[in-house]
């Protein structure tokens, strides 16, 4: 008996987001490289990241330092060796653009995405790359684009690439 081949087809953007947002696997481990600048060495993070489809997302940190992030609606909550802080996105417009982004993405949201980013997409059958690109200026200030790779339902890396040369590269495994 002969076995069955699956063959794929080139996946639309529109596509992505479904498939994505349908994932059952909704816990990472990561490995996040921060690039070096003038002032610091690289920087390896590593550890878990969760979200569930009401939009919470977890990132729970190994190493260097034990520390724990939550993120609901417009909240960040760090929890570390100093304590709880609480942050309030809108106040970060920055911070609140990268969390966003990805929080969209997971969730599906094509709309929110597109209408807070250029998009630049681009697929080989399986695989996709999905580059946003900031709309507004004081992001783009900051921030230059967030490249997200990955096949049909799974995000393989994001990298964010900040104005200043420097950026932050998230791997994600299984």
Request: proline share 3%; charged share 20%.
């Amino acid at each position: 008996m002969a076995n069955p081949i699956v063959a794929y087809s080139e996946i639309e953007i529109a596509d992505v987001f479904g498939l994505v947002s349908k994932n059952p696997n909704k816990s990472l481990k990561f490995v996040e490289l921060r690039s070096a600048t003038f002032f610091t060495e690289e920087i390896k993070t590593t550890g878990t990241v969760s979200f569930n489809d009401d939009g919470l997302m977890s990132k729970y940190i190994a190493a260097p330092r034990k520390s724990e992030i939550h993120i609901t609606d417009n909240t960040l909550l760090l929890l570390d060796d100093n304590g709880k802080r609480e942050i309030l996105l809108a106040n970060y417009p920055v911070l609140a653009s990268g969390v966003n982004a990805i929080r969209w993405l997971l969730l599906g949201n094509k709309e929110k995405i597109s209408n807070n980013y250029f998009i630049e997409y681009s697929n080989k059958l399986t695989d996709w790359k999905i580059k946003l690109i900031p709309r507004d200026s004081e992001v783009l200030s900051e921030i230059s684009s967030i490249l997200i790779t990955g096949q049909l339902g799974s995000i393989n890396v994001i990298k964010l690439s900040k104005s200043d040369g420097t950026s932050i590269i998230t791997t994600f495994s299984q």
